[in-house]
């Protein structure tokens, strides 16, 4: 099994109930990317930038004092011990070896050799009849010049301090969410997409929207 997400897991496990040998390797954390880089942390920022929001709004109920300052160090902190949390209450690989499954966590980068064995980055050798693929998605750079400077959701956890500024390109689900938080922290948001925001997604506050769908351009406030 290449792949320690919810499906690799869950795959190894079945694969074990019905008798077979089961190894599975993980290249870097099992629980996939809600769990590492996705859902969970991302959740985090959201309360936080909620807080904010409802911070903004004490004045109007008579509760006077100064607007909190966002620690951006502190706040990506937190976002870790919480996935640590998660992975601790998850205890996916105790879970998996008392299932008899052999777990490669932290393997590093694999390659096959030939149909039936797979590499480690340490050298090592597995071999199996059969292979089962659950690699998840991973986010896609832009092919242009100056592409390589760009972020991806997953290069938010290693910022050193909150951006002034910040060009969001895509406007569903993630793009969106991504602006809704950095726009309450206080970043200058701007949203670049091909089509028009999905009419599922709410107004962005404090952002900004351009995009070409039948040459229409508006703001998303």
């Not at 074990?16 to 599975?24: H, M, N, Q, Y």
């Not at 205890?91 to 070896?97: P, V």
């Not at 059969?130 to 998605?137: A, D, M, N, T």
């Not at 390109?169 to 969106?176: E, L, Q, R, Y």
Request: hydrophobic share 35%.
């Amino acid at each position: 099994m290449i792949g320690g997400g919810p499906a690799g897991v869950t795959a190894a496990l079945r694969a074990r109930e019905l008798g077979a040998s089961v190894a599975l390797v993980e290249r870097d954390r099992l629980g996939g990317t809600c769990t590492n880089d996705g859902c969970v942390p991302t959740r985090v920022l959201a309360k936080a930038a909620r807080l904010r929001r409802e911070a903004e709004q004490c004045s109007e109920y008579g509760l006077m004092g100064e607007l909190p300052r966002v620690d951006f160090g502190r706040l990506l902190n937190r976002t870790q011990q919480v996935v640590y949390r998660i992975q601790e209450k998850k205890q996916l690989i105790n879970h998996l070896e008392d299932s008899g499954v052999r777990v490669h966590a932290s393997a590093g980068d694999t390659r096959f050799i030939d149909a039936n064995t797979l590499e480690l980055s340490d050298g090592e050798t597995l071999q199996s009849e059969k292979f089962i693929l659950c690699l998840g998605g991973h986010p896609r750079r832009l092919n242009l010049l100056g592409g390589e400077h760009g972020l991806t959701h997953s290069d938010i956890w290693s910022l050193k301090q909150l951006p002034r500024s910040l060009i969001v390109i895509g406007g569903s689900a993630t793009g969106c969410q991504v602006a809704s938080n950095f726009a309450a922290f206080g970043s200058e948001i701007t949203i670049l997409e091909v089509e028009s925001l999905r009419s599922d997604n709410p107004g962005i506050p404090g952002s900004r929207h351009q995009g070409n769908d039948r040459n229409r351009a508006g703001r998303a406030d």
